[in-house]
T-cell receptor
Framework: DAGVIQSPRHEVTEMGQEVTLRCKLISGHNSLFWYRQTMMRGLELLIYFNNNVPIDDSGMPEDRFSAKMPNASFSTLKIQPSEPRDSAVYFC???????????FGEGSRLTVL | GQNIDQPTEMTATEGAIVQINCTYQ??????LFWYQQHAGEAPTFLSY????GLEEKGRFSSFLSRSKGYSYLLLKELQMKDSASYLCAVILTGGGNKLTFGTGTQLKVEL
């Protein structure tokens, strides 16, 4: 079975541009998590969904960030407009709600110049 | 609020045993995970503890004491490939299945 699939793997963009990160969950999983990882702050939870419904978005830094889950297998994280401080690795992870164990994608490394 | 503490870095010798500690202070606790993350890669699951005691899985073991807010990951017969970051993460009561991670312990295994 394919794992969690993220795209793009790497993105370099200029400040002010819109960035869209994509994630495909493992088939059958019903929870989806977006994390951001930096050297300074480690892995921070941005938002998570259960059964396509956003449950906790308290980690979303500000209104520039938005996440959607249009169907049970796919999610997007959008940053508009992007800023240099958004530079990080963004991980998507999925799980079965009752298990707690997260399966991470390979991450999207974002650099905002 | 919640606080999860791990040492930032550790160094150990190939073939030896190393213990990586994690302490947590949370307003509710429902389980603790350990993940391994090699440089440039995604975190991968190592262990899960919800009850007090030791869980053993091959060369890796994880211990939990809920009353002390303390866990450790024990790695035996260290190999060079064990050089990685080890992340402690907790699930909080009422937090659904949301994991909150510590900042990780960077382990370097030397010859």
């Amino acid at each position: 079975d394919a794992g969690v699939i993220q795209s793009p793997r790497h993105e370099v963009t200029e400040m002010g541009q819109e960035v869209t990160l994509r994630c495909k969950l493992i088939s059958g999983h019903n929870s989806l998590f977006w994390y951001r990882q930096t050297m300074m702050r480690g892995l921070e939870l941005l938002i998570y969904f259960n059964n396509n419904v956003p449950i906790d978005d308290s980690g979303m830094p500000e209104d520039r960030f938005s996440a959607k889950m249009p169907n049970a297998s796919f999610s997007t994280l959008k940053i508009q407009p992007s800023e240099p401080r958004d530079s990080a690795v963004y991980f998507c992870a999925s799980s079965l709600r009752q298990s707690g164990e997260l399966f991470f994608g390979e991450g999207s490394r974002l650099t905002v110049l | 609020g919640q606080n999860i503490d791990q040492p930032t870095e550790m160094t150990a010798t190939e073939g030896a045993i190393v213990q990586i500690n994690c302490t947590y202070q949370t307003s509710g606790f429902n389980g603790l995970f350990w993940y391994q993350q090699h440089a440039g890669e995604a975190p991968t699951f190592l262990s899960y503890n919800v009850l007090d005691g030791l869980e053993e899985k091959g060369r890796f073991s994880s211990f939990l004491s809920r009353s002390k807010g303390y866990s450790y990951l024990l790695l035996k017969e260290l190999q060079m490939k064990d050089s990685a970051s080890y992340l402690c993460a907790v699930i909080l009561t009422g937090g659904g299945n949301k994991l909150t991670f510590g900042t990780g312990t960077q382990l370097k295994v030397e010859l």
